[in-house]
């Protein structure tokens, strides 16, 4: 995520093991196609047409046709940021050693990423397996000098920005091509984004529990620790523990605090800690993904052998971005329902309806936060219609021979819209909690915050 924020400029190792073995896995993939030897993608046609021989002559113009055939993406482009993060963890994964691509491929990537010569990609077109294969044409047609890039704020043409900057465009040997594009670098990426998001909503939910909680005069025993060690699970404790932490003690002793809040106050921390808990084995699975070999064919170059399979299947990476949008869904319900305790005035503890601040003759006509409420239960409500697991949407396609597929780019799209949806809706909450609490202070001069409340005032 750093490099995806550009705090800090990849850089290409001199020397080491990693790029022993690079070479040699790159050498012997030319060497095999050289006598003759079968390799899918490389001497052989792709997907369903893998029993057509390709002679030698045409395996060069084979691997650049692979890329020009499967330009046909459509849809909005993914951000900058998020293209930015394709590369990168394109280049995680071929770095592993084990993908026959040369060292430097991987040294233009990164001069890519260092330049901040991104390439434009489209986001609808990937079934996730075999891989990202049409978004990831636009990473290997950028190479070759073609389609267009982010540069400097604009979508440019690769090759005007190539010409400007003094580039030349990257000759792809048989086989690299393919290596850059049957991965599921797109899903992960996107997964990456979504898991960073998610790890800043799920503290700032915490908080925004608590600073309703002081706005409503709610119980604050509710999240205490001493309750939470009796159902141990560590997210969920956690999550109580900082909302413990965040509230005043000193505004607890008021006759109005219920001995039972309503579920959306006193369940919070059950509904955040699903996400918290999570958010550990979704990080384990982004990572393991994110650093592993995950093309086809790979090389086993310790034995000089080419192994087939089927590490392109991003069925974990879909799984991840599927349990990732309901677990920020329920937050987003979650807030949904503190914002209504917040406005109505049958709820909030004496508070004005909507959260009004007018005064006199001003009160009749004006109506607070209300039309804010409808847009929350608007948002929340697409953001529980969006998690729907894409993953079980799975079509057979290229004449059947990807007769099972993970959708992991769907999925993991879905769960940026849902994140999208639901930090509109904590920013709504916010405002909310902030103008609740504002006016508890107007009519009550012994509501004190913690410090760490107070600075979200």
């Given amino acids: ?6 705090e800090v400029d990849p850089l290409v190792v ?6 022993t073995q690079m070479d040699a896995g790159a050498a012997f993939v030319q060497r095999q ?25 045409q395996h060069a113009r084979l691997a650049v046709n692979l890329t020009r055939f499967h330009g046909c993406g459509l849809g909005n482009q993914l951000s900058v940021e998020a293209c930015r993060a394709v590369l990168a963890a394109r280049v995680a994964s071929l770095s592993r050693g084990c993908s026959g691509v040369r060292v430097s491929l991987i040294e233009f990537l990164v001069e890519l990423i260092n330049q901040d010569i991104i390439p434009v990609i489209p986001e609808e077109g990937s079934v996730g397996a075999s891989g990202d294969l049409t978004p990831l044409s636009y990473v290997a047609a950028v190479m070759l000098g073609e389609r267009r890039v982010y540069y400097r704020g604009e979508m440019r043409d690769t090759s005007e920005v190539f010409k400007e900057e003094g580039i030349s465009p990257f000759r792809l040997l048989p086989k690299e091509s393919l290596a850059i594009m049957n991965g599921t670098s797109v899903m992960t990426a996107l997964n990456c984004l979504a898991y960073d998001k998610a790890v800043y909503l799920e503290e700032l939910a915490c908080r ?14 509710h999240f205490d620790p001493v309750l939470f ?17 965040d509230m005043s003690p000193i505004n ?49 170059v310790n034995e000089e052998r080419i192994l087939h399979g089927g590490h392109f299947y991003g069925g974990h990476m879909a799984f991840v971005a599927d349990a990732l949008k309901v677990a920020v869904a329920n937050v987003a319900d979650l ?8 406005v109505d005035s049958r709820t909030n503890n004496g508070l004005p309806k909507n959260l009004s601040g007018a005064r006199g003759e001003a009160i009749t006509i004006n109506h607070g936060l209300k039309a804010l409420q409808i847009g929350v239960s608007a948002w929340t409500a697409e953001a529980l219609k969006g998690t729907m697991p894409a993953s079980v949407f799975s079509r057979s396609t290229e004449s059947h021979n990807q007769d099972k597929v993970s959708m992991g780019t769907i999925a993991a799209r879905d769960a940026l819209r849902v994140i999208e949806l639901t930090v509109q809706v904590a920013a709504a909450c916010l405002i909310s909690s902030v103008q609740a609490v504002q006016l508890r202070a107007r009519v009550e001069e012994l509501l004190v915050l913690t410090p760490v409340l107070q600075a979200m005032l």
């Avoid at 001199?14 to 790029?19: A, F, I, L, Q």
């Avoid at 309703?212 to 604050?220: D, F, H, P, Q």
């Avoid at 159902?231 to 932490?245: E, L, M, N, V, Y």
Wanted: aromatic content about 6%.
């Fill in 208 to 221: 925004i529990t608590a600073l309703a909680t002081e706005a409503l005069v709610g119980n604050r025993g």
């Fill in 229 to 245: 060690a009796m159902k141990p699970f560590p997210g969920q404790a956690s999550a109580a523990a900082r909302i413990f932490r």
């Fill in 252 to 300: 607890h002793d008021d006759s109005r605090n219920h001995l039972q809040n309503r579920y959306s106050i006193r369940c919070a921390p059950h509904v955040i800690g699903v996400l918290s808990d999570a958010l550990v084995w979704m990080k384990q699975h982004i990572e393991i993904e994110l650093n592993s070999v995950n093309d086809n064919p790979v090389v086993d």
């Fill in 14 to 19: 001199e020397g080491g093991d990693w790029r």
């Fill in 33 to 57: 196609r050289g006598i003759s030897g079968e390799i899918y993608g490389v001497t052989t046609g792709f997907g369903d047409s893998c029993d057509v021989v390709v002679k030698p002559e």
């Fill in 335 to 342: 807030l949904d329902r503190q914002l209504a305790l917040l």
């Fill in 1 to 6: 995520m750093r490099v995806v924020r550009q």
